[in-house]
Nanobody, 121 residues
Framework: QVQLVESGGGLVQPGGSLRLSCTAS????????MGWYRQAPGKQRELVAN?????????NYADSVKGRFTISRDNAMNNVYLQMNSLKPEDTAVYFC?????????????WGQGTQVTVSS
């Protein structure tokens, strides 16, 4: 069984910064992708940023966070991070870590439990 555990959410003023962390544990053979999604009240869950593994791997960002958020990986520790700078009230949401990975012989997709980010003065 694979688990994703997030940390780092909280309350921050507009213009502030937060760093989210996610650690994947369990019987993981390899990762296809890891990333962050968010869901604001009354809205659909949306991609914030992800990293695609392997040759020709890529990093993708939602237009709304480009230039402000940075995703990074620590492959040795199965971690993914999201550095969020210049936060805006519209960034308020529950942020979820996601991993597309190979566990044993199967390709599987996992979600973390979510961490609340609130941007407010």
């Amino acid at each position: 069984q694979v688990q994703l555990v997030e940390s780092g959410g909280g309350l921050v003023q507009p213009g502030g910064s937060l760093r989210l962390s996610c650690t994947a544990s369990g019987s993981i053979f390899s990762f296809y992708a890891m990333g962050w999604y968010r869901q604001a009240p009354g809205k659909q869950r949306e991609l914030v940023a992800n990293t695609i593994s392997g040759k020709g791997g890529s990093t993708n960002y939602a237009d709304s966070v480009k230039g402000r958020f940075t995703i990074s990986r620590d492959n040795a520790m199965n971690n993914v991070y999201l550095q969020m700078n210049s936060l805006k009230p519209e960034d308020t949401a529950v942020y979820f870590c996601n991993a597309d990975l190979r566990a044993g012989v199967r390709r599987e997709n996992y979600w973390g439990q979510g961490t609340q980010v609130t941007v407010s003065s």
